[in-house]
Structure formats: C-alpha cells, structure tokens
Nanobody, 115 residues
C-alpha cells in the first residue's frame, strides 16, 4: 500500500515563501505522476503542479512563475517550492501519486498566507 506523507506547511506573510515535501513509501516502482493539489474552504480541489515520469512538469496558470515542482527519484520525494505567496494561495495542499490506474493521496498540509 502506497503512503504519501506531506510536510512543510505553515503560516507565512504575503510575498513570503514555503517549501512543501511529500515522501512516498510502500512501492518499489516509480510513480507515473506525482503532484500537488490544493483545496480552499468552500472550493473544489484543484491541480497546482505535477511532474511526470519523464521529468516533464506542468503547472496551474495561477502559480506559473511562482511555484516550482521538483522530484528526488531515489528518495521517492516530490517538492513544491512556493514563492511570492498570495492570500489566495491559502488552502490545504495535498500530495498525489498515480501508479497506472491507481491514485493515492496524502492527508494534506495547511498553508495559510496572511495579507
């Protein structure tokens, strides 16, 4: 059973930075995709960024130029470097991993950006 454990959330002022980490365990295989989603109160969960097995990355338009996703394959860990944070970035951030048809989620980490 794959488990994803996120860390690095917290409270930061607008314009600040945070780095989220997500470590995957329970599989000897590399995920097809790892990524980050977020869900703000009263809103649907949305994609933030992802990295494919080919190391190609993709981002939501709202975070392009501010967030950077990267992966350490050996450690089965994916990172999300967030800069120039805005109050609208406040949400619970969830790590996601896809192995074929199977999708796994972490429990989430809270990111709060104060104005």
């Amino acid at each position: 059973q794959v488990q994803l454990v996120e860390s690095g959330g917290g409270l930061v002022q607008a314009g600040g930075s945070l780095r989220l980490s997500c470590a995957a365990s329970g599989s000897i295989f590399r995920p097809d995709t790892m990524g980050w989603y977020r869900q703000a109160p009263g809103k649907r969960r949305e994609l933030v960024a992802g990295v494919l097995r080919s190391d190609s990355t993709f981002y939501a338009d709202s975070v392009k130029g501010r967030f950077t996703i990267s992966a350490d394959i050996a450690k089965r860990t994916v990172y999300l470097q967030m800069t120039s944070l805005k109050p609208e970035d406040t949400a619970v951030y969830y790590c996601n991993a896809e192995y074929g048809a199977a999708t796994y989620w972490g429990l989430g980490t809270q990111v709060t950006v104060s104005s």
